[in-house]
């Protein structure tokens, strides 16, 4: 089991940064692939990015590639969400999830096991 926390959501102006955090407890987290997703009102989560268990090898959504950048500190269990030039369609709940199945794509909603509460960003124009 892991459980995990997310951290460092508010409101911000667009072109403006954030950087969350997701703190995991529990055994195993340097094991598992980390996502982020969001998701905004009315509509339904997407994937945000992902990274390795190594932090080798990471992916991002054509929407934020370029602007946001996913990290890992195994040793602090915990994975990063650079975000920077923020803009109004930003604005969503982002949750980590750590990545239990191989079935599918990397980008796929159930491929994530354990889950975030989520952290609130609110990008204002």
């Known amino acids: 089991q892991v459980q995990l926390v997310e951290s460092g959501g508010g409101l911000v102006q667009a072109g403006g940064s954030l950087r969350l955090s997701c703190a995991a407890s529990g055994r195993g987290f340097s094991k598992y692939a980390m996502g982020w997703f969001r998701q905004a009102p009315g509509k339904e989560r997407e994937f945000v990015a992902q990274?390795?268990?190594?932090?080798?090898?990471?992916y991002y959504a054509d929407s934020v590639k370029g602007r946001f950048t996913i990290s890992r500190d195994n040793a602090k269990n915990t994975v990063y969400l650079q975000m920077n030039s923020l803009k109004p369609e930003d604005t969503a709940v982002y949750s980590c999830?750590?990545?239990?199945?191989?079935?599918?794509?990397?980008?796929?909603?159930?491929?994530?096991?354990?889950w975030g509460q989520g952290t609130q960003v609110t990008v204002s124009s």
């Open positions: 990274i390795s268990w190594s932090g080798g090898n990471t």
């Open positions: 999830a750590a990545r239990t199945r191989f079935s599918g794509s990397y980008y796929g909603i159930d491929e994530y096991g354990y």
